[in-house]
């Protein structure tokens, strides 16, 4: 199969053939359709996931069509429409046996613990613990920005920050993930305001329902969060992960509020300062958020088949996979508006 694969850390990928994935007995191999190229990619070619073994083919936010199944396999057949959650549960952890597989204690994860999706087939683990079937109806482009930057945000907004309506929300941050959280937030009926150094972006936040927008460069974000609600946002969110956008996440908040990272922070902001007094003295809530369980994924499905969620809206560039290499070199310069996805193979 064809595969953008990397040899060393920092050092240009390459499109290659290697040869293609058989299924695990409990797995299935899927025939790649769409895959976005995310910023944690980027965060895994730089070096800064200990996961990741070379030679190494990135990506984990695809959506396909089952190619090949596992013998222990019963829930799936060759030619189901699937899409995958970017932490996939073992099924055998008291996490996974809570229902808790996006903190599952042994979880595998295409494109960082092996070889992902920046290629034409990918293999799966625990496929029936983990597929999640797609609507005929919804394209692949779409459907493959649901298993990371959508799905997280889902549940960073409803499952973690339980916003509700009327209350404010700040997004800090408004690529990928961002985007898709202004849109969860509005649709719960949340005020929210986005917060970018993009004017393309603050404007498709608007139109994605945020009530009002900040440019970072223009203002004292945190100020300006706190004289638009009239107190501080009742919840916010780092969608980008930098120490800036943290802070800023957290001064935005008024007392009782809830902070919630999901921006990754890795290599030098593995470790950031933390306005503490703020947090003591103020009873704020700082709460991590980190992927989604396949079995959530009904409730946001069912927001887009009643047209509540559009994540179509969100996607931005679709290129082929010869031009991935360059796509994800470049994730860090925060050039593009919307995902960019690969469905050109």
């Known amino acids: 199969m064809k595969a953008v694969l990397f040899e060393k850390f920092q050092e240009a990928p390459r499109l290659v053939t290697v040869d293609d994935p058989s299924p695990e007995a409990h797995g299935v191999v899927l025939k790649v359709a769409a895959t976005g190229v995310c ?3 980027w ?8 996961d990741i073994e070379l030679p190494h083919i990135p990506g984990h936010e695809l959506a396909g069509v089952v190619e090949a199944v596992g013998k222990d396999v019963t829930n799936w057949k060759v030619g189901d429409k699937v899409t995958v959650p970017f932490i996939c549960g ?3 952890c008291s996490e996974c046996h809570a229902g808790h597989q996006q903190v599952c204690l042994h979880q595998e994860q295409p494109g960082f613990t092996h070889w992902g999706s920046f290629a034409e087939y990918v293999g799966i683990h625990q496929a029936d613990l983990n597929l999640v ?5 919804m394209d692949f482009a779409t459907a493959a920005s649901l298993g990371c930057r959508f799905a997280t945000s889902f549940r960073a907004v409803i499952d973690q920050g339980r916003v509700s309506a009327g209350q404010w929300v700040a997004v800090h941050g408004c690529g ?5 959280a202004v849109m969860i937030a509005a649709a719960a009926g949340a005020n929210v305001i986005g917060v970018d150094l993009d004017p393309a972006k603050l404007a498709l936040a608007q139109d994605l329902g945020a009530v009002a927008v900040i440019n ?12 638009i609600t009239r107190g501080g946002a009742h919840v916010s969110l780092d969608a980008l992960g930098h120490p800036v956008t943290m802070t800023n996440s957290i001064l935005c908040l008024r007392p009782r509020g809830k902070h919630i990272q999901v921006g990754l922070m890795l290599g030098e902001h593995a470790a950031p300062a933390i306005p ?5 003295g103020q009873e704020i809530e700082l709460l991590g958020s980190h992927g989604m369980q396949a ?19 969100l996607v931005g560039a679709q290129i082929s996979l010869a031009e991935a290499p360059e796509a994800l070199i470049n994730m860090n310069k925060f050039q593009s508006v919307g995902a960019t996805v690969i469905t050109r193979f």
């Open 39 to 41: 910023r944690s990619d």
């Open 43 to 50: 965060h895994g070619w730089m070096g800064h996931d200990s």
């Open 90 to 92: 073992c099924g055998s």
């Open 133 to 137: 079937s797609l609507p005929e109806s």
């Open 176 to 180: 990928g993930v961002g985007l898709s």
């Open 216 to 227: 970072g460069t223009e203002a004292d974000v945190a100020q300006a969060i706190h004289d």
């Open 276 to 280: 503490m007094p703020k947090i003591v």
């Open 295 to 313: 079995h959530r994924y009904g409730a946001m499905l069912d927001m887009v088949a009643s047209g509540k969620l559009d994540p179509a809206r």
